[in-house]
T-cell receptor, first 116, second 109 residues
Framework: DAGVTQSPTHLIKTRGQHVTLRCSPI?????VSWYQQVLGQGPQFIFQ???????GRGNFPDRFSARQFPNYSSELNVNALLLGDSALYLC???????????????FGPGTRLTVT | GENVEQHPSTLSVQEGDSAVIKCTYS??????FPWYKQELGKRPQLIID?????GEKKDQRIAVTLNKTAKHFSLHITETQPEDSAVYFC????????FGQGTELSVKP
């Protein structure tokens, strides 16, 4: 059974460019979350999507956007890249979500983004 | 705002000893507390979690305790092995997970 997959593995971009990162959740999982992990720190929440709708957003600027497709895969887009956007971008999938319960989140291998 | 404090930031133990990592959270509405292990260059791996209706949970050499009154939870690893060496993150969550800063555990043979 395949786990969470992400592409690309590594990416080098120049300041001001935009980037699109992709994530495929575990089969049967309907919720995808995105996290940014800067070296030496814990992951920081960016977005959560469930059933193709945004269900949560972290403290990130509007340059960050995301969407979820009918097959539950997801894209994270970052515009006008800054040096500070260099990080490991992690996608996590979970079976579902609810207002008062939480379901295990399983992470993909991440995309290492370097902005020069 | 929501915040998770994790201590210690680094922990070095001898093989066979126990290791304890502690976290304190601020959001009293949280009901889900997972722990992740992240080896260098790899993805965070869920190793154990606990929900607010339970005070303790064990899985072989790993256990987690939760004190909702004091708003803290702890990871206990017994009989540590060199392969336990990694960075461990606690988190609190509902739809989103708020992570602690991580603990780098080193188990010396």
């Amino acid at each position: 059974d395949a786990g969470v997959t992400q592409s690309p593995t590594h990416l080098i971009k120049t300041r001001g460019q935009h980037v699109t990162l992709r994530c495929s959740p575990i089969s049967g999982h309907k919720s995808v979350s995105w996290y940014q992990q800067v070296l030496g720190q814990g992951p920081q929440f960016i977005f959560q999507y469930y059933e193709k709708e945004e269900r949560g957003r972290g403290n990130f600027p509007d340059r960050f956007s995301a969407r979820q497709f009918p097959n539950y895969s997801s894209e994270l887009n970052v515009n006008a890249l800054l040096l500070g956007d260099s990080a490991l971008y992690l996608c996590a999938s979970s079976l579902k979500m609810g207002p008062t319960s939480s379901y295990e989140q399983y992470f993909g291998p991440g995309t290492r983004l370097t902005v020069t | 705002g929501e915040n998770v404090e994790q201590h210690p930031s680094t922990l070095s133990v001898q093989e066979g000893d126990s290791a304890v990592i502690k976290c304190t959270y601020s959001d009293s509405a949280s009901n889900y507390f997972p722990w992740y292990k992240q080896e260098l260059g790899k993805r965070p791996q869920l190793i154990i979690d606990i929900r607010s209706n339970v005070g303790e949970k064990k899985d072989q050499r790993i256990a987690v305790t939760l004190n909702k009154t004091a708003k803290h939870f702890s990871l206990h690893i017994t009989e540590t092995q060199p392969e336990d060496s990694a960075v461990y993150f606690c988190a609190q969550g509902g739809g989103k997970l708020i992570f602690g800063q991580g603990t780098e555990l080193s188990v010396k043979p």
